[in-house]
């Protein structure tokens, strides 16, 4: 009988260390995700603002220059934008579908949680009195 309140003791203790660790990770997670949020979003200021600055420049030098683009250019030009931006779109559906997918087979995972429980639990009780009449 002490083996088993030792073996309780044990879990207890395991439980509590369980308990603390996901506590941590959901205090955590909203922070860390809010960083990334943010961190993301200077990202894209940086990148946008390089961009406007860059472009002003280019326009400021054709304009001192008096450099005319030729039409073919300009064509050339806004099919490549609207390219990009058909390219950009579909690859934002593509990672939106992937992370939902993802999404779906964790909760179908997490749903089916106890199931699996209760499947390994009657393997278990299945191979116990095996394993008991093999030490008798």
Known sequence: MVENKDNQDSF???EQICKK?????EN???HIQQVLFDFQNECYKTWKNTVNANMSLQKEFINNSKFVFPESFKT???NLS????KYRSLCNKII???IESGKKN???WNDNADIFVDLNRK?????LPLTKNESD
């Open 21 to 25: 660790y996901f506590s941590e990770i």
């Open 28 to 30: 955590s997670v909203p």
């Open 76 to 78: 050339l030009v806004e």
């Open 123 to 127: 393997i278990m009780h299945y191979w």
């Open 82 to 85: 609207e390219e990009t931006v």
């Open 106 to 108: 964790v909760k179908t």
């Open 96 to 98: 939106i579908s992937a």
């Open 12 to 14: 207890r203790i395991m």
